[in-house]
């Protein structure tokens, strides 16, 4: 069979490597047909030429260009969706319907949608105006953005057609994505289809391009070329460390996602009232995707009693009865099975599950863990770990101070999510003591909710504290804002009106972007 | 003598190190009497317990409190400014007038009492409200940040009263200043109008507290230290790049001024029509404040032709009849000779000027340098070079194409100028071709204009590509987007209403902040 190609600067055209890799179908083990490379330094260099090509002809369009692109491109992929979900499916054995079909898809489509519309309504670029001293600024494109997709999503974070693709888009900068070697047949489909879209409304030819797979030590000197602008990055904390260091050490910013325990805290008046109704949501959330979620909830806290022990044998009883989906690869079953083993040897007991499923498949079996509030604080760094599947640790305090306690040795997160007492406000003390602490911890403070929806909302964060993200300043969902992670600030100072962008001349053409101009908000 | 006190924890209290340090009058090279200490890891250990205390009662404050601190502390700074002004000029020989008392001071006072009106009005918490999902999200305080400030403004960018002091505090958090060991005692002095403001208007006790100097590794082991939120500095790039290092390693936000030579390009027709009034305005801004500004022009491109002998010429009579003003400090004049002479090496001719000057205090000769640019394209990274003094280097290009290319070798510099004709369009066509290479290496872009007057304006951008600062998308000067350097993302996803902060809850109680509710900026 013959290698698939890359995409460089406008074409699809052979690797310059001669390595190649497969894919698996995750839920029987079997190798797909399709045969793809394993990139070089050479495809990354014709990748950043091109880029840089392209960025110096983005600069130049208006967010109605920009926009254009994006919405024909989500048009695309609602064409193509079909074929696009086939090879989703097959490659990581995620639900078609409702996940691939009524969830990923349209949330993908909706992100390119709503950056679509940031870009032309303008808003984002932060306009500035001094009248008084002709000082003016706004956000720019900040140039060539590297986007390392990760393996759970194989559209709505996918390098070629995901969020942050879209935000550095949108921002007027062309993307070199680097597609996750788990799904590389969807990731050509997408990209065929942002090329077309790309080609149809005029964009530089180096606008979208996408390489499938890369060894370590040409991933590190991709991040630090003197070409790249920026690097989005969403997937593991191993991964993401060595890239962080490489891309700092070049003075590029790097925003990486890397890993999360997303805690949930059941406060006790909410499980004497709803027990079992909050058996039920965290199960689902903690099953959800087979747990392969960033937001996953990994590490549930609670005070010991009747209602909590009721609680963990319904949580118990669902991970019993709920049949096991394939988790998206050998090795991230095995990374979760490992991370069981570890959560036991630093004191955790079983409570269900533990083990992989032998099969066909990549199945490991639901599993439920469970600790004291002391064990926690003795090996506080060993018991929050991420498993990245569908595993859970509960943990038991003895009293308020020992759950504080616990709190305050959190790692950064995403999220952090409190259910209280739905009325008569039982749990009122208990939680002004530990929202402060937790509030610090995490990106997202949820009430009565489970972390594992992340709205497209302008008002979402889907950040956190390091080691959560590598700045708890910037979201990576979210539009406009996660956009400006891809931008620098452009100052004019005494520059003569006709030379200015048009966005910084005092008449606007487009009426719709919201400027500041001597300290007041002002549309139009 | 006895040692000055540090202040931590809102009290001046004995260094716990036994090192000491005197600063010198530049101006005479004479030791000055008051002995202070050299910090070691105690003295930080204290300062960052007190200022994590002091961030979870600062995190509750409103703007208005935060407000009220920074209006007394601009108050009493004027009503203390004899003693203040006098202690600077001691340490830095820089003018009483009009420097110190008609320029810096006054904005200094400004900056405090801009970040004052930001806290109070709020809207640079960008608060984004999504009512229908119940999601919400505004930037909430970082937490403690450390301030190195830099020896070349005592009251602007000094870590107890300059810009990034007041942009952190206005963000709701604890200042850990940093001062620099050339002005001791005026840091001492106003520090003290600092705890005296913070007492006055209720700050918990570590709101404000300063070192004097530190040596490398406890430098080091600060900005990494787990209680930092995030560290703010100004100074060398030797220093800032290994700062920076251990800063990212442990996942702090770092924001760095670290260097830039600021290129100003004199266009062909603007020599030809006004070029004996360039060689004045050019002189006096790389001679302000014995061109020890960050933003002093290092380096000048023109093209070739008797306007730029003549204009050549003018700025060498002006540098030669000027008195030469002290430098900061020996060890900066040596800098500056050093630097004088590697430009030498590289291949540019001296003008004039070229050599310290013997006798009391730190002064070099007005020095101007030039260099043609094929020299530079050979020789980018040598003739690139901040010499942080009195001296720049004049580069003569044969034609536009040599121009651009020059343009196309320079590093990230805060400013960039451009100087054209200001009618009939000479330089239009130049113009049109460089400034797209010199916007991309720029924070700041002016016309007509020497980059060294940096306004406290929201426009301003006091920053730029890499290795000019950290990161291209922040200012370090310009209320309120400054602050945001010193914020969190904070979201709230299905948080009661009687939780909220008050300033994400439905009404608001302040009329004056900006807030977008469903996507459209409302006040109020």
Known sequence: M????ILIGGTWRASQSDKTFQAENPATGETLPSVFPLSTWPDCDAAL??????????????????????????????SAADAIIQAAAEETALPVVPRLRDVELPRTTD????????????????????????????????GPVIVFGPNNFPFAFNGVSGGDFAAAIAAGNPVIAKAHPLHPNTSRLLAEEARKAA?????????????????????????????????????????????KRAAEDAGKPIYLEMSSINPVILLPGA???????????????????????????????????????RMIQAVAKIFNDRPMQPLLSASGREHLHQGVIALQQAGAELVCGGNAVEGSGYRHANTLLRTTGAQVIASPTDLQRETFGNSTLIVVAKDAE?????????????????????????????????????REKTGRLLNDKMPTGVAVSPAMNHGGPYPATSHPGFTSVGIPYAMTRFAVLHCY????????????????????????????????
């Open 199 to 243: 080609e149809a409304t005029g964009m530089p030819a180096g606008t979208v391009q996408m390489i499938y797979h890369l060894n370590n030590e040409d991933g590190l000197r991709l991040v630090s070329d003197p070409r790249v602008g920026a690097i989005g990055f969403t997937g593991s904390r191993a991964a993401g460390m060595q890239l």
């Open 2 to 5: 013959e290698t698939a190609r």
């Open 111 to 142: 992100q390119l949608r709503q950056a679509s519309a940031a870009a032309r309504e303008g808003s984002w670029r932060r306009v500035t105006l001094d009248l008084k001293r002709n000082i003016r600024s706004c956000f720019a494109p900040i």
């Open 402 to 438: 020992e759950l504080e306690d616990v709190v305050h040795l959190m790692e950064g997160s995403l999220t952090g999510s409190i259910y209280s007492a739905s009325s008569g406000g039982a749990d009122d003390a208990i939680y002004s003591r530990i929202e402060p602490l937790l």
């Open 493 to 524: 100072d005494g520059v003569r009106q006709e030379r200015l962008p048009d966005i910084l001349k005092d008449a606007i053409s487009n009426q719709h972007t919201w400027r500041s101009i001597d300290g007041a908000w002002i549309q139009g």
């Open 49 to 78: 030429t091109a880029a840089s090509q392209a960025a110096n002809t983005l600069r130049t369009l208006n967010g109605e260009q920009l926009g254009a692109f994006l919405e024909a491109y989500a048009r695309n992929i609602e």
């Open 271 to 309: 499980l004497a009232e709803r027990g079992d109704e909050l058996a039920r949501e965290l199960a689902d959330s903690c099953l959800a995707g087979s747990g392969q979620f960033c937001t996953s909830p990994n590490l549930i806290v609670t005070l010991e009693g009747a209602p909590t022990e």
